[in-house]
């Protein structure tokens, strides 16, 4: 995993929890985004509760600018 990739992923997850996107949407649009094709299986994985809980967090906590 190259950090390039990742700091991607990283933001196209936060941009997915800030829009308040449901847990089942974050993770199809990360499992079918070609960018990240090397971790399907770990996307394949994510816990949807936790996604969940994520959006509710970002909602409360992350700065909106």
Known sequence: MDEATLACY?????????AGQSPQAIAAAL???????A???DL??????AL??????V???SPQG
């Open 59 to 61: 909602a409360k906590w």
């Open 52 to 57: 969940g809980v994520a959006v509710e967090l």
């Open 10 to 18: 990283q933001r196209e997850l936060l941009t997915r929890l800030r």
């Open 31 to 37: 499992q079918a985004d070609p960018r990240f094709a």
């Open 39 to 41: 971790w399907r299986d």
């Open 44 to 49: 394949d994985a994510l816990d949807h509760d």
